[in-house]
């Protein structure tokens, strides 16, 4: 184990996957979950010394006027670019590992044994080493580009570009011990997320 006596589970899956919802059924169920999108945005709070990389590598134009981050003009160049997304995962990246070692530490020292840390690019951060074994949220590629169109308000080119530069969930699942099919209604993912839990914990 990653941390002796305690059992983290990374939870990982594709863009309009469902992550979040499934988070939250584990969170109803009284495990702790770590979001590495929330690790993110405190890792680029105003004054913070990751934004101040930020803007020295892309200019002062991704800083808003009230100091924060404007993550639509920061978006706008990195995303078409592969090193410029790598320069920004290079400051991003060894921040959150920094901030979410600190979350795992707290929960554990404050008596929790069994939590989860949820990131989109838990594979491609190189950050499976965080945790004791992954679970991948999958669902069927028609429903994932209408969850994406319907979230976004984005045409179908524009959802199939996206997913197109992310990692095929096919091979994010590769890297799963547990997989949780989100292709179905909110209750049927509620009851599976339920049953995945008993028989994985042996919670009743």
Avoid: C
């Avoid at 499934?22 to 999108?37: K, N, S, T």
């Avoid at 990195?78 to 920094?98: K, N, T, Y």
């Avoid at 795992?104 to 020292?109: D, F, H, K, S, V």
């Amino acid at each position: 184990m990653i941390h002796p006596g305690a059992r983290i589970i990374g939870l990982t899956g594709g863009i309009a996957s469902g992550k979040s919802s499934v988070a939250r059924i584990i969170e109803q169920l009284g495990v702790p979950v770590i979001d590495a999108d929330q690790l993110a945005r405190e890792a680029v709070l105003p004054g913070s010394k990751s934004l101040a990389k930020i803007a020295g590598l892309f200019g002062n134009d991704v800083i808003a006027a009230d100091g924060t981050l404007d993550r639509k003009r920061l978006g706008e160049l990195v995303f078409a670019d592969i090193e410029s997304r790598r320069q920004l995962e290079g400051v991003l990246h060894p921040e959150i590992r920094r901030l979410g070692e600190e979350r795992i530490a707290r929960e554990i020292a404050g008596g929790n044994r069994l939590l989860v840390y949820m990131a989109p690019l838990l594979i491609e951060a190189g950050a499976v080493d965080r945790v004791d074994e992954i679970w991948v949220v999958t669902v069927r590629p028609e429903i994932q580009l209408e969850r994406l169109m319907a979230r976004d308000h984005i045409s179908i080119q524009e959802a199939q570009r996206i997913i197109g530069s992310q990692m095929p969930l096919a091979e994010k699942a590769a890297y799963g011990r547990v997989l949780i099919d989100n292709s179905g209604t909110p209750e049927e993912t509620q009851r599976l997320v339920e049953d995945i839990w008993k028989k994985e914990t042996g919670e009743r």
